[in-house]
């Protein structure tokens, strides 16, 4: 009986045992569960953005209201990557803003002069080629590239938005799907402006770096000027962008090369010194006025978005990250940064007895830093659009730590479905230098593959090219 009686308590031990193991391991399995969804950045959602600034966030004001001056973003191969047409974007495809929209779960959203299909169901784009942060007090309508939409221009088509919004509800028949007045106070403001009120300058050689680093403080005021404004419309998620280091950009190392027997002229990136000085003090101002805002606005969002940490961190890597020319434009032609002022993307013509067609693109527009010499590929963009809303990059620390929709920030790119065919080099000056029908043989070969591909491609519903943006 009693051997019985211990075998019956054994058993019961091991029962309990098991039952314990059970427990215990259900309650590691819920804890590891928990504690991987409590590590899960929630889902980047705002109502609506809303954009200001220059030519690297303008969708089509410029263009808009002066044809003739902005006719370029308009003309192939921009928008070669999204929407695969010329889009009224400085870019071969996504600004940062499309990027933003996409990863907060919008789709692009339009400019506010666009008169015909807009949608502005997710929000307006205000922002306006050559516009700069500063208030203009004359306009030369004969300039190259500049224009009278300044920041404070752009922060009154706000205002006017909202009393335009606020009439349409008050009508009994609605017909447009347009966001509600609440949203306003929901949505996420980009502010990405300065970058001409340096670039022009020091494009057109009259503005040198010493006065750039003078007007750093009235470059500055006006967009802390524009958070306060937003802020007072009703925005608590402001996110305010420093600029990119001009030094690096194609355009001013063709133009402004420095005696390379001078010590310190570039950096150790290959970037002229000089010209990041002033950008460097502008961002380091921009920083610390809005870190200073915070203090009077501590209910609301001010999010200070590195962009030139971003850029200098490709540049550290670039091979790494597969921008084997982040110093190059993509769609330009000559020199050590394949730009040239005779001859710019989009157009056509001879340098130096060599006949230029630049209507089309590089093979790989990914492996390049700058679009045209002048503005950020969509490859820059992309990466400060995952860092910001990944919270790197970004104050403050963590900033806008959230999980990205990243369903439209990766297309295919038809270039790359173009492979380096015979007589046709990857080099675009060896293309240029080929003969004319050796040039018209190789577009014909492309157009063939392009639009194999894209059959290909659209019957797989892998191509985004209908709806906003286009």
Same mark, same amino acid.
């Given at each position: 009986m009693k051997a019985g009686r211990c075998e019956n308590c054994r058993n019961r031990a091991r029962g309990s045992a098991l039952v314990l193991g059970v427990v215990v391991q259900l309650m590691v399995q819920s804890l590891v569960a928990y504690t991987s969804l409590a590590a899960t950045p929630p889902v980047c959602s705002y109502e609506g953005v809303y954009a200001f600034g220059d030519s690297l966030t303008d969708v089509g004001n410029g263009i808009a209201s002066f044809p003739n001056q902005f006719i370029r973003s308009?003309?192939?191969?921009?928008?070669?990557q999204f929407p695969h047409h010329a889009a009224d974007r400085f870019c071969d495809g996504r600004l940062l803003v499309d990027f933003l929209a996409f990863g907060v779960g919008l789709s692009p959203i339009y400019a506010y002069l666009r008169g015909f299909a807009a949608d502005?169901?997710?929000?307006?784009?205000?922002?306006?080629?050559?516009?700069?942060?500063?208030?203009?007090?004359?306009?030369?309508?004969?300039?190259?590239?500049?224009?009278?939409?300044?920041?404070?221009t752009q922060l009154q088509w706000l205002q006017r938005y909202r009393v335009r919004l606020e009439f349409y509800y008050t009508q009994t028949r609605v017909t447009q799907v347009l966001p509600?007045?609440?949203?306003?106070?929901?949505?996420?403001?980009?502010?990405?402006?300065?970058?001409?009120?340096?670039?022009s300058g020091f494009y057109d050689n009259t503005l040198t770096p010493a006065e750039a680093q003078a007007i750093v403080p009235s470059v500055v005021a006006p967009i802390i000027s524009a958070v306060q404004a937003i802020y007072e419309f009703g925005g608590r998620d402001i996110l305010v962008v420093n600029l990119p280091p001009l030094g690096c950009i194609p355009a001013l190392l063709t133009l402004h090369p420095a005696d390379p027997?001078?010590?310190?002229?570039?950096?150790?990136?290959?970037?002229?010194?000089?010209?990041?000085?002033p950008i460097k003090a502008h961002n380091s101002l921009l920083r610390s006025s809005l870190n200073t805002l915070r203090t009077t606005y501590p209910?609301? @969002?001010?999010y200070y978005g590195d962009l030139h940490g971003v850029f200098i961190n490709i540049l550290k890597n670039s091979s790494d990250q597969g921008i084997s020319n982040p110093l190059q434009a993509c769609c330009g032609f000559g020199g050590s940064y394949n730009f040239n002022t005779d001859v710019t993307c989009g157009s056509t013509g001879s340098v130096d007895g060599v006949e230029v067609d630049l209507t089309v693109s590089c093979f790989n527009p990914e492996s390049y830093g700058s679009w045209d010499g002048i503005h950020l590929s969509q490859?820059?963009?992309?990466?400060?659009?995952?860092?910001?809303?990944?919270?790197?990059?970004?104050?403050?620390?963590g900033g806008m730590h959230c999980t990205?929709?990243?369903? @439209?920030?990766?297309?295919?790119?038809?270039?790359?479905?173009?492979?380096t065919l015979s007589g046709c080099q990857e080099d675009s000056s060896k293309v240029q230098e080929s003969s004319p029908w050796l040039q018209h043989g190789c577009k014909l070969k492309v157009l063939v593959l392009v639009l194999e591909g894209v059959y290909a491609m659209s019957s797989a519903s892998v191509l985004y090219v209908s709806g906003p943006a286009i």
């Open positions: 308009e003309s192939v191969p921009y928008g070669l502005f169901s997710n929000g307006v784009n205000f922002a306006a080629s050559g516009a700069t942060a500063r208030s203009i007090t004359t306009w030369d309508a004969t300039a190259k590239f500049n224009s009278p939409f300044t920041l404070s509600t007045v609440a949203s306003l106070n929901s949505s996420l403001y980009l502010v990405y402006a300065g970058f001409h009120d340096y670039m027997s001078l010590a310190n002229s570039y950096d150790d990136y290959g970037c002229l010194k000089r010209f990041n000085k209910d609301a @969002n001010l490859i820059i963009n992309r990466a400060a659009a995952t860092a910001f809303l990944n919270g790197k990059y970004i104050e403050p620390n990205p929709d990243t369903s @439209n920030w990766y297309t295919h790119n038809l270039s790359m479905l173009v492979p």
